[in-house]
Every structure is written in structure tokens, then in C-alpha cells.
């Protein structure tokens, strides 16, 4: 049961429905072929010089339409390197690469995947369910949850888009780096779902968004 005075805090979260292979290059997808420019190069890692692993990206003019235009237009990406792993619990660090594009028709390159990728899956629909913040975040809306069960579904794990952050550990909002201001979930990636990657010993992370500064996007993880 749902307590009630939880209610007014509940978001849609929305999880990936998926296909094993890979789409167009704009496609919201894990793993792939991600759309870069025609002379760019696929992006590396600044301590290891290995190329990032190309996590994710999603086409933000496609997404469930209750979140347009909350996160803006053009396709986030997200690469990580899966060498060193050096810090990439910091939501600003540099061995990830999350960035918003805007990619414009003819100025794409049909990139060849550098190394070993993890196998595509195709984003191809989006499962809405309810979503209910933590014990921790509830507390701070002024709400106190007892409910053991309660605690034990939400918020909900795995992949998803919007909702409420699961946290592992404590609340762990970045901080715009232009404004300050606290950044909100984009999409929760997490260990061994849609991805075969483990963020430490089952670690959870997540893509943040300043509302104010849209292309201002972080990722970060925790694990217990
Ligand atoms: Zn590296
Ligand atoms: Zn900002």
C-alpha cells in the first residue's frame, strides 16, 4: 500500500522497452553506433587514452510527450571509460563524456565502433509507472515513511527515465556548475540492466540535468 500522504509527491518514471540490435544513428539507444559529426573523433579517455565505451544516448525530441520539453532537444550521449574507471563516481569528471547534440541532417559520420562494444540495444518504447522518492528524500518534503515494504519498492531500480533517483547512498544531487542551482534526474543507469557494466560493487548512477542550463548535464554513481 501506498501511504497517502505520500501521494502528492509521486512522478512518472518511465522504463526503456528494448531490442536486441542497433537503430538509425539518432535512435535512443544503449551501445551502438552513436551519432557523431563527420570529422569529429570518438571520444578518448584524458588519463588512459582509451576510447570511451559508448554507454547510452537518447533522442530527446522523441521521448514520452508528458517530459517534452522538460529536457530539452537534440540526443544526450553518454561515453565512459570502462578502462580506469578514474573517478567516474564524480558527476563533472572527465573519464565520462555526457553532452547534449544537436545533429543536423547530411553532417553525420557512419562511425566504426573502436574496440570492444557492448551488444546495441534498441530503445523502441517507454513503460510508464509511479514513482516515489526514498526514505531520505521524503523526509526532506516533510514526510515521514515507516512503511518498511514501501521503502523497499521505491524508489525504483534499474534503468529509467524521470522518476526518483534510487540512491545508494545519500542524496546526491550535483550542483549546476553556472548557476548552482541543484540538477534533476534525465536517467538513472544502473548496474547490469540494460548495460553488462557494473558501476563498482552494483552501483547505481545518474544522468542529471540543470533545469536552467540544459546543455549543463552531469553523471554520477554510488554504490554501497
Ligand atoms: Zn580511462
Ligand atoms: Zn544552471
Given at each position: 500500500m501506498i501511504p497517502e500522504k505520500i501521494l502528492p509527491h509521486k512522478r512518472s518514471a518511465w522504463q526503456p522497452i528494448t531490442i536486441d540490435g542497433d537503430g538509425v544513428l539518432t535512435a535512443s539507444k544503449f551501445a551502438g553506433k552513436p551519432w557523431l559529426k563527420?570529422?569529429?573523433?570518438?571520444p578518448q579517455c584524458p588519463h588512459c587514452n582509451n576510447y570511451l565505451q559508448f554507454f547510452l544516448q537518447l533522442n530527446l525530441n522523441n521521448?514520452?510527450?508528458?517530459?517534452?520539453?522538460?529536457?530539452?532537444?537534440g540526443i544526450l550521449q553518454m561515453f565512459y571509460c570502462t578502462?580506469?574507471?578514474?573517478?567516474?563516481?564524480?558527476?563533472?569528471?572527465?573519464v565520462h563524456l555526457i553532452r547534449i547534440i544537436q545533429p543536423k541532417e547530411g553532417e553525420e559520420q557512419d562511425v566504426e565502433i573502436p574496440g570492444n562494444s557492448f551488444p546495441p540495444k534498441l530503445i523502441v518504447g517507454w513503460q510508464e509507472l509511479e514513482d516515489y522518492p526514498n526514505y531520505e528524500e521524503a523526509a526532506e518534503l516533510g514526510v515521514e515513511l515507516d512503511d518498511e515494504f514501501f521503502e523497499e519498492n521505491?524508489?525504483?531500480?534499474g534503468d529509467k527515465l524521470a522518476g526518483w533517483p534510487f540512491w545508494v547512498q545519500g542524496i546526491e544531487y550535483p550542483n549546476c556548475p553556472i548557476c548552482n542551482e541543484k540538477m534533476r534526474l534525465v536517467f538513472q543507469v544502473d548496474s547490469e540492466?540494460?548495460?553488462?557494466?557494473?558501476?563498482?560493487?552494483v552501483g547505481c548512477g545518474h544522468i542529471t540535468q540543470c533545469k536552467n542550463h540544459k546543455n549543463q548535464v552531469g553523471f554520477g554513481w554510488a554504490c554501497g
Open positions: 563527420k570529422d569529429e573523433q570518438w521521448l514520452p510527450e508528458l517530459l517534452q520539453p522538460e529536457f530539452g532537444t578502462n580506469c574507471d578514474y573517478e567516474g563516481w564524480k558527476p563533472f569528471s572527465d521505491f524508489p525504483i531500480s540492466d540494460n548495460l553488462p557494466f557494473m558501476f563498482g560493487d
